[in-house]
């Protein structure tokens, strides 16, 4: 996937491609952002650049991505290009492990076969466990010239900080919702209805949008306005039983995640009515009506005590009681919504 078939990304693409052009290329670079954004796409076509048979040499240089050895990065078999990711096997926690990393020392003693550089790619770098990581800090701290190490990572905090300063940072940012419904458009089979669904939930994050199921989709989306906004919040019994029963299906992190986005929902359409890139978008018009009765601090408070929910789940707060003061504190707010509207009406 040479860099004129990634969408987006624009400004760490022109970065990569000058400090190749500019024979400025460092010796490790730590690509981070947000998962499943394009991070290791652009590390595959760095690789194809520097070994590509036929490489394009212009002001923004790229691979064929055609020739044999652009084939061979692409299916990770190209004899100077090695990528090293948490084994499989581990489902919970992987991890890379320090015979992974002693696995590369080759790469080190022994010159190219062909091309300028050998490089490694290690994704998801944050997994190494600290013996690896100690044993690749040794590797960094005096990489042969001929090295070059792309560490990907969405959690470079957990990173040793001696690696993270060996590396040059380049942060990637989420696309823009409107690229990935274009690209989902274009080069994918899904309607058009659904690609600006997927797009949406995808906050940016191409690898994620073309594994969504936009049916899957739907049901949830139907299923969380249910609970969000549905009858039950006016009665406290079906209040208990509901927040228990997301809590004994372990549902909760999940039922966070979509009550947060049907609150953002309700956000875009109190301060832009036009533009909002609603998730919730069949139901608009209730959307539009809750959004005229609950002012917009109401609903920055429910948000931010979703946000300290989420966080409390992390330190084992009871998510039982959590849930269960969210809902009645949304029906607090409704309640007096419902009575700003008929005052308005002037019962
Ligand atoms: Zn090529």
């Given at each position: 996937?040479?860099?004129?078939?990634?969408?987006?990304?624009q400004?760490?693409?022109?970065w990569l491609?000058t400090?190749?052009?500019?024979?400025?290329?460092?010796?490790?670079?730590?690509?981070?952002?947000?998962?499943?954004?394009?991070?290791?796409?652009?590390?595959?076509?760095?690789m194809?650049?520097?070994?590509?048979?036929?490489?394009q040499?212009?002001?923004?240089?790229?691979?064929?991505?055609?020739?044999?050895?652009?084939?061979?990065?692409?299916?990770?078999?190209h004899?100077?290009?090695?990528?090293?990711q948490p084994?499989?096997?581990q489902?919970?926690?992987?991890?890379?492990?320090?015979?992974?990393?002693?696995?590369?020392?080759?790469?080190?003693?022994?010159?190219?076969?062909?091309?300028?550089?050998?490089?490694?790619?290690?994704?998801?770098?944050?997994?190494?466990?600290?013996?690896?990581?100690?044993?690749?800090?040794?590797?960094?701290?005096?990489?042969?010239?001929?090295?070059?190490?792309?560490?990907?990572?969405?959690?470079?905090?957990?990173?040793?900080?001696?690696i993270?300063?060996?590396?040059?940072?380049?942060?990637f940012?989420?696309?823009?919702?409107?690229?990935?419904?274009e690209?989902?458009?274009?080069?994918?089979?899904?309607?058009?209805?659904?690609?600006?669904?997927?797009?949406?939930?995808?906050?940016?994050?191409?690898?994620?949008?073309?594994?969504l199921?936009?049916?899957?989709?739907?049901?949830?989306?139907?299923?969380?306005?249910?609970?969000?906004?549905?009858?039950?919040?006016?009665?406290?019994t079906?209040?208990f039983?509901?927040?228990?029963?997301?809590?004994?299906?372990?549902?909760?992190a999940?039922?966070?995640?979509?009550?947060?986005?049907?609150l953002?929902?309700?956000l875009?359409?109190?301060?832009?009515?036009?533009?909002?890139?609603?998730?919730?978008?069949?139901?608009?018009?209730?959307?539009?009506?809750?959004?005229q009765?609950?002012?917009?601090?109401?609903?920055?408070?429910?948000?931010?005590?979703?946000?300290?929910?989420?966080?409390?789940?992390?330190?084992n707060?009871?998510?039982?009681?959590?849930?269960?003061?969210?809902?009645?504190?949304?029906?607090?707010?409704?309640?007096?919504?419902?009575?700003?509207?008929?005052?308005?009406?002037?019962?």
């Open positions: 996937m040479p860099f004129h078939t990634i969408i987006g990304h400004r760490p693409i022109k491609q400090a190749v052009t500019t024979n400025h290329l460092g010796h490790a670079y730590l690509f981070h952002g947000e998962p499943a954004i394009g991070k290791r796409q652009i590390a595959i076509a760095l194809q650049l520097l070994h590509c048979e036929r490489p040499l212009n002001s923004t240089p790229d691979a064929c991505g055609l020739c044999r050895a652009c084939h061979q990065i692409e299916q990770g078999i004899p100077d290009c090695v990528t090293i084994e499989d096997g489902k919970q926690n992987p991890k890379i492990k320090i015979d992974q990393i002693r696995g590369i020392e080759h790469l080190v003693i022994y010159r190219p076969l062909i091309g300028s550089h050998k490089v490694c790619l290690i994704d998801d770098a944050d997994a190494m466990t600290t013996e690896a990581a100690n044993a690749l800090l040794k590797t960094l701290e005096d990489p042969p010239d001929h090295c070059l190490f792309l560490l990907i990572s969405s959690r470079p905090e957990q990173l040793l900080p001696t993270r300063s060996r590396c040059i940072a380049l942060r940012a989420p696309l823009p919702v409107s690229d990935i419904e690209f989902l458009r274009q080069h994918s089979s899904i309607e058009s209805s659904n690609a600006k669904l997927i797009a949406t939930f995808s906050e940016g994050r191409l690898g994620e949008a073309l594994h199921d936009p049916e899957e989709l739907k049901v949830k989306l139907r299923q969380y306005w249910a609970l969000l906004f549905g009858e039950h919040l006016t009665s406290a079906q209040v039983d509901m927040s228990e029963s997301l809590v004994k299906s372990a549902q909760v999940e039922a966070i995640h979509w009550f947060q986005q049907g953002r929902d309700l875009w359409i109190s301060v832009d009515e036009t533009n909002a890139p609603l998730l919730y978008r069949d139901q608009e018009p209730a959307l539009r009506q809750l959004a009765q609950m002012p917009p601090s109401a609903i920055v408070e429910l948000s931010q005590e979703l946000h300290q929910l989420e966080r409390g789940q992390q330190r707060l009871n998510m039982q009681i959590g849930l269960e003061q969210f809902f009645f504190h949304l029906h607090d707010h409704l309640e007096d919504a419902q009575a700003r509207k008929e005052v308005r009406r002037g019962k």
